[in-house]
């Protein structure tokens, strides 16, 4: 059952994912890139992590992709936008950068995943029993990951002053 | 007595589906028609009372017509994304009420039936998570209809729904805090073990209020639509069934607004000054009782945002984006820092959780409302008019005094 579940899920997100990236209409694209997102969410439910499944819809496809949408619908792009890949280098350097993935996935496909990383089984949904499910993310993140969640803070801070003089070359 | 297990938690949960579903747009029905005779009643006519015994068939009367209207469909219009608008708006309104736990647990043969369609982990992240996906059937609807009303409303739409999220999830914050879990049976619990949180937590309540007439567009936040200015906003193109889709959205989403505030800050389904009804021999009577302790103060919620919707005027857009970063959400940041800093303190000082820690938690909401309050009014709106208007009289009489 969570196998028939896991492939549907799996199937929608890597369809949507293509019709994303082949889509001509930048809104059309924008609505199948909230279709993968919602699969992905789906599929965490399944490795048993409601709240990142929850923070997955939450942020990304309830308040990012909504911008997205809002943003192109105040540009009001047209249906045929110009793409970013341009001339025979583009396209050259756009086949290296899908080979480099290719390989990646390929090299990640052989390799056994270590032992470490694969819980015995029970092990998530005893922790959220016993501590709830945010409890479980809230304490490593804010005890043992402190330094690199902050600094995250950080890159987001330099995203938005980043922003702000891209938007307002005169301030 | 054990939860249910195995098919009949199947079928339990079928038939919670089917009456929590049917039960809402019941209520979205017989709410169409106490908002159209609510506002006859407050603007002093009569409003429909034609059909049927004082108009109570008005609905359905309406339902019928919608069914039978010309589904019209606008020429350039982008035609899938144009039919898929209502249904992102109807189904997010519907599914985000599936957490929420309407009454006690209720005993049965095969073993005590929860009273929410699913018990998630998450419990508010998911209500929060669904609700925020309903703003696409407002943009995409504006977008897709081809029309510069459509889209205006559309845009308004995405900009207040998003803004206002942020300060209703951060004055929810306060009640997760003083909560100390994300559970929506877990929160109504604590509540019963202690006080309501409106009083504790008065200040949050207040913006969660706010941000949720905003989240659910209506007066005094009805922007995208605003039928004065943009003819009827977003779904201005929309006729027949897909028009009264959105229409059910729009009280769906105050069903559950209102669920969600009575749930959070009003006890749940709990009963006021008597632990008979959370103490466990779980009985029917205790499910009825409680059942109907909790839609009571729904509808009371819901009677509110008529009230208000016949009371104030709209805001202006700049107005609106100003009140909701400039005031909301500063103030919600600021209430979640004083709550987790006092909440801290409670806990270092060691005082139990219960009455007494609720209490202490009221006088520092109170002394932090009048404040808040005090500083929004400034003597405008709280003996404002009226003391203007008095003012004016005793000026008056004393001229006429001086006179004779």
Redesign the interface.
Known sequence: MTLVAFWTFAAVAIASAVLCITRR?P??SA?WL?NTLFSLAAIYVLLDA??I???Q??VY???IM??F??VI??LNLGRTAPGDIKGPWGRAVAVAAGLVLVFELVALWLAAPPGELELPAGTVAGT?AAR???QAVARPLFQGYLVPFEVTSVLLLAAIVGAVVLAKRRL | MSPVTGSAFFWTSVVKILIVFGGILSLVAFWTWVERRGAGWIQNRLGPNRVGPEGLLQPAADGLKNFLKEETLPPFA?RF?FL?APVMAFVPALITFAVVPFASPLPTPWGLVSPAIAD???GF??I???S??G??GV??A??SSNNKYS?LG??RG??Q??SY?VSMGLSAVAVLVLAG???MNEIVARQQHSVWFVLPLSVAFLTFLIASFAETNRLPFDLPEAEAELIAGYHTEYSAMKFSMFYIAEYSNMVTASALMVTLFFGGWDIPFTAWDNTPPWTVLKFVATFAAFWLKVVAFLFAYVWVRWTLPRFRFDQLMDLGWKVLLPVALGYVMVIAVAVWGLGAAGVPFGLGYGLILTAVSAVLLGLLLWGLDRNRVIGGSAARQRARWLADAARQRGAA
Do not use: C, H, R
């Open positions: 209409s809104v059309a609505l909230v409601p709240f499944a929850a923070i819809v939450l496809a309830g308040a909504v911008l949408l809002f619908m105040l959220v709830g499910a945010v | 982008d994304v898929l998630l982990p998450v992240l998911y929060l998570a669904i925020s996906l703003v696409y943009v995409l504006g977008w889209l559309g845009l995405s900009a729904l998003i999220e879990n994300i559970t």
